[in-house]
């Protein structure tokens, strides 16, 4: 799958010769020799993680210490406007772009939560875009540093268990008063920023639910981040037992 949606297709925009010849499958189950791993828990952005979430990743990452990965702690450095969902507001004047004219017609057939996402897009101007986008560049660089030095980095997928349904998210992170989108604060950095990243289950937290470690790794390595999840796996189980299926 991954060879096909990656494929070198010079029509395509997105597309990229990196990936002229498919090679994810070929070096999958390859030793794990001379890599330098890094194990960020809050991103260095300080973001609040629940403790049985942040429990759950560490004795993951202990695990992985054990079978000799070699992890040390590091956060990457970035620009000075970081902070949990930094650039929001383009995905908001993306959905106005998109989806604005058809919210205005039928306002009824849209998720009251995406509506007004697309409202406050209408309100984003151009030169804030251009801010953002200058952002986005500056935050491409502060990984490029830092994948200069370690060849993938290790982060929860979410800093929390899934929370009930009807919910648009829990009301409490990290015993603190849970923004719009904290329950999101750690995937969307590596979306904006258009570097492969994968999730491995690590456990469960109090409520006997998912957790999930995050492996990050340089643009364009997606073949070195799926490797590292296979390794992943060999040491800490394809699905880690849940308190959920012992009775």
């Known amino acids: 799958m991954l060879d096909l949606l990656t494929a070198w297709e010079p029509a395509d925009p997105l597309s990229c010769p990196a990936f002229s010849t498919p090679d994810a499958m070929d070096t999958l189950k390859r030793p794990l020799h001379g890599l330098r791993l890094a194990y960020s828990p809050e991103l260095g952005c300080g973001i609040p993680v629940d403790p049985d979430v942040r429990a759950a990743v560490d004795t993951a990452v202990a695990r992985l210490e054990q079978a000799g990965w070699p992890i040390e702690p590091a956060d990457p450095a970035w620009p000075e406007q970081q902070r949990e969902y930094p650039l929001i507001e383009l995905q908001q ?3 106005a772009q998109r989806f604005g004219a058809a919210w205005q017609r039928a306002p009824e057939r849209f998720d009251p939560d995406i509506g007004a996402q697309i409202e406050l897009g209408f309100a984003v101007t151009g030169t804030r875009i251009a801010e953002l986008l200058r952002l986005r560049e500056r935050q491409h660089a502060s990984l490029v540093e830092f994948f200069a030095r370690y060849d993938a980095l290790l982060c ?9 349904i009807g919910l648009a998210g829990p ?3 990290g015993g603190l008063p849970a923004s719009a989108r904290g329950h999101a604060a750690f995937t969307p950095l590596f979306n904006y920023t258009s570097v492969p990243a994968v999730s491995v289950p690590c456990g469960s937290g109090r409520n006997a639910l998912p957790v999930g470690l995050q492996i990050v790794g340089p643009s364009f390595e997606d073949a070195r981040v799926l490797r590292l999840a296979w390794h992943a796996e060999q040491v800490l189980g394809l699905s880690p037992p849940s308190p959920m299926m012992q009775s």
Do not use: Y
């Open 93 to 95: 004047a993306a959905l």
């Open 156 to 164: 929860p997928v979410s800093p929390v268990e899934a929370w009930p």
């Open 171 to 173: 009301a409490e992170i």
